[in-house]
């Protein structure tokens, strides 16, 4: 497989690795896109040492990310830190990619209900000074989607959109995804999150993307080629 402007897009990783490295190894992607959950037990550079030169690394994180803090310090402290796609446009091996890291949380915001704090720093504002952490937002919120997040996104253009959080059309989705999409004029979007690999085929000119969902420790390519099936039989918590 030709490296040229193949992107992976990686699904919940839960802590392991070694099927990202094996895949780099096999395929030599030009760039990989991890969707959240990554749950590192070590700085990511360190998870990711053998095929750091072989190709671009970059990530959104998932509401595991913020569950302890070593999960939140070895994503966001590690050196790859400035590859976090979340709230952003950036250019990923010459495709113009969006993402939206964490989840909906009722006490913030659950989309298509009203918003509760409209910002993090809404959130820090007003939500009193046992909910702040090392001196700003709560960890837990540090996952949190707030509508100031959507908004800021909303203002730019994508090729494809990647988010933690589904889409309408699955069963635990949101519409505010389906709508993040077309303001972004995205063609395509990936989601993490539920475990389960999709291809949403049928719901295609209803969202007015191609959008997906890739399984859990599943690989799929930008064309939604399933380069490494997920796993089956895990189900992710539905607590927020």
Not at 75 to 100: E, M, P, Q, Y
Not at 157 to 169: D, G, I, K, N
Not at 171 to 199: T, V
Request: hydrophobic share 40%; aromatic share 6%; with cysteine.
């Amino acid at each position: 497989m030709s490296s040229a402007k193949t992107i992976f897009f990686c699904g919940d990783t839960h802590g392991r690795f070694e099927h990202i490295v094996r895949a780099v190894r096999d395929h030599r992607p030009a760039a990989v896109v991890l969707l959240g959950d990554l749950q590192a037990q070590r700085p990511l550079e360190v998870e990711l040492a053998g095929i750091l030169e072989q190709t671009e690394i970059w990530f959104i994180h998932g509401n595991h990310d913020t569950d302890s803090e070593a999960h939140h310090d070895h994503l966001f402290g590690s050196s790859l830190a400035a590859h976090n796609l979340h709230g952003r446009v950036a250019l990923v091996a010459g495709v113009r990619i969006a993402g939206l890291g964490g989840v909906f949380r009722a006490r913030i915001w659950c989309p298509p209900g009203l918003e509760h704090f409209t910002s993090q720093e809404d959130f820090i504002r007003r939500g009193g000074k046992g909910n702040l952490w090392r001196g700003g937002l709560a960890l837990r919120h540090r996952s949190t989607i707030f509508a100031a997040d959507v908004e800021h996104l909303a203002h730019q253009r994508a090729e494809v959109l990647v988010t933690h959080e589904a889409p309408s059309c699955h069963p635990h989705g949101f519409a505010a995804i389906d709508e993040l999409a077309r303001r972004l004029r995205a063609g395509k979007s990936f989601h993490g999150h539920h475990h389960d690999s999709l291809d949403y085929s049928n719901d295609w000119a209803a969202l007015g993307v191609q959008a997906r969902g890739v399984g859990l420790r599943g690989i799929m390519d930008l064309h939604g080629q399933v380069i490494r099936a997920g796993e089956d039989g895990v189900r992710p918590e539905r607590g927020r």
